[in-house]
T-cell receptor, first 116, second 110 residues
Framework: EAGVVQSPRYKIIEKKQPVAFWCNPI?????LYWYRQNLGQGPELLIR????????DSQLPKDRFSAERLKGVDSTLKIQPAELGDSAVYLC??????????????FGAGTRLSVL | QKEVEQNSGPLSVPEGAIASLNCTYS??????FFWYRQYSGKSPELIMS????GDKEDGRFTAQLNKASQYVSLLIRDSQPSDSATYLC??????????FGAGTQVVVTP
């Protein structure tokens, strides 16, 4: 079974440019998370989806960040325009709401963003 | 006060010794607790989950949970150079919600 797939793995852009990240969760996982991880820090939640619905986006900087999860499967996270402080690793994770899964989330490889 | 606190390290451990990592959390209603290993430049990988007080062992790893003290720990026995990584403690106060510590860097020296 394939894990969480993210692309691209690396992205270098100049400030004020737009950028988009894509995530394909584990098949059957209805919950999808986008995190941002700065160097030396733990992941910080940006947005959580239950199927197509964004149920927690309180930490998403909505003036420049947007996300969507059409059809409750793949998701895209966009930044427009990017700022120097957005340089970080963007992680996607997914989990399944079943008793067997026991609230465990699985991470993709991440996208390392560098804003110059 | 951070929601999940860990010593940042680095924790230097001789090969073959026991590494002991600690994590405290602030949300008393938390029910699920996780340890992730993160190699440099890689994404977090789940190594242990624990849901009830006491110890849980999986191979060389043992997680210990004390909800009354709001404390969770990870022991790594017979530490190997491949255990050198950052270990993230994650706490879940409700389903689907996770709070991460900043991680403890472990360095296993030959």
């Amino acid at each position: 079974e394939a894990g969480v797939v993210q692309s691209p793995r690396y992205k270098i852009i100049e400030k004020k440019q737009p950028v988009a990240f894509w995530c394909n969760p584990i098949s059957g996982h209805n919950t999808l998370y986008w995190y941002r991880q700065n160097l030396g820090q733990g992941p910080e939640l940006l947005i959580r989806y239950e199927n197509e619905e964004a149920v927690d986006d309180s930490q998403l900087p909505k003036d420049r960040f947007s996300a969507e999860r059409l059809k409750g499967v793949d998701s895209t996270l966009k930044i427009q325009p990017a700022e120097l402080g957005d340089s970080a690793v963007y992680l996607c994770a997914s989990s399944s709401r079943t008793s067997v899964a026991k609230n465990i989330q699985y991470f993709g490889a991440g996208t390392r963003l560098s804003v110059l | 006060q951070k929601e999940v606190e860990q010593n940042s390290g680095p924790l230097s451990v001789p090969e073959g010794a026991i590494a002991s990592l600690n994590c405290t959390y602030s949300d008393r209603v938390s029910q699920s607790f996780f340890w992730y290993r993160q190699y440099s430049g890689k994404s977090p990988e789940l190594i242990m989950s624990i849901y009830s007080n006491g110890d849980k062992e999986d191979g060389r790893f043992t997680a210990q949970l004390n909800k009354a003290s709001q404390y969770v720990s990870l022991l790594i026995r017979d530490s190997q150079p491949s255990d050198s990584a950052t270990y993230l403690c994650a706490v879940s106060p409700s389903w689907g919600k996770f709070q991460f510590g900043a991680g403890t860097q472990v360095v296993v020296t030959p």
